[in-house]
């Protein structure tokens, strides 16, 4: 059965830097396009960052371009987040998505689900 385990998560100061890692059982999601969503309190669910299988391209919505850095170890399957610069409008629980069908930026599109990580960031 394939799963998704998010950790790395915890609270960190505005401007601090984390790193979320997924592990991802199952050797088919070597061959998937993977990415990180997260959820606010009270928002919807929304699009961070995603990657293909080889590792490139990768993609980023416009608030966390330059400051987050999605990669990738396929022999591993693991996926990463960094991310630097952080601002309270970051916190959040972040999800690692896999096998995306369509649009890549909405949740709908994404098959497979972890259970999150929680990243709170304090002014």
């Known amino acids: 059965q394939v799963q998704l385990v998010e950790s790395g998560g915890g609270l960190v100061q505005t401007g601090g830097s984390l790193k979320l890692s997924c592990a991802a059982s199952?050797?088919?999601?070597?061959?998937?396009?993977m990415g990180w969503f997260r959820q606010a309190p009270g928002k919807e669910r929304e699009f961070v960052a995603s990657?293909?299988?080889?590792?490139?391209?990768?993609f980023y919505t416009d608030s966390v371009t330059g400051r987050f850095t999605i990669s990738r170890d396929t022999a591993d399957n693991m996926i990463y987040l960094q991310m630097s610069s952080l601002k309270p409008e970051d916190t959040g629980v972040y999800f690692c998505a896999a096998d995306p069908d369509g649009d890549y930026t909405t949740p709908d599109a994404w098959d497979l689900w972890g259970l999150g990580t929680q990243v709170t960031v304090s002014s």
């Open positions: 990657i293909a299988w080889s590792g490139t391209p990768t």
């Open positions: 199952g050797s088919a999601l070597s061959r998937l396009p």
